[in-house]
């Protein structure tokens, strides 16, 4: 089992990847806060943030969710919610401390579209 910061390094590395391949320029940043910093293919700059999961958490009686939890107050422009055992990866424009993504939300039309929504 890899440890937290293993899995979250993966992430940053994953959603970097993810986001190369669609034409945004990406840099993994060693910043308190952020992540990555991409420039979009219109040019815009923006900071990012990754949160990462290795696998859901099983909850009986309940959809079965990734759970991410945010300890910084620094707030950047876009969130990335990495599901590593999928792999696939989700976008927002907040974080609210904490935050659960049901395993059901990490479709490719649902990574397609929140790229298409914050980084375009």
């Known amino acids: 089992m890899p440890d937290s910061e293993s899995v979250g390094r993966a992430g940053e590395y994953f959603a970097g990847f993810i986001f190369e391949l669609r034409g945004t320029r ?3 940043v ?3 806060g952020h992540d990555l910093w991409v420039r979009t293919k219109t040019g815009r700059m923006l ?3 990754v949160k ?3 696998r859901p958490t099983l909850e ?3 959809k079965s969710r990734y759970h991410f939890k945010n300890r910084s107050k620094v707030v950047s422009d876009v969130y990335a919610f990495v599901a590593l055992d999928i792999p696939m990866l989700i976008l927002f424009d907040n974080m609210p401390g904490n935050r659960a993504i049901t395993v059901e939300s990490f479709t490719i039309d649902t990574m397609e579209e929140s790229i298409g929504k914050y980084l375009y």
């Open 26 to 28: 990406t840099t993994h």
């Open 30 to 32: 060693d910043i308190y």
């Open 47 to 49: 900071t990012v943030q």
């Open 52 to 54: 990462a999961a290795s």
């Open 60 to 62: 009986p009686r309940s």
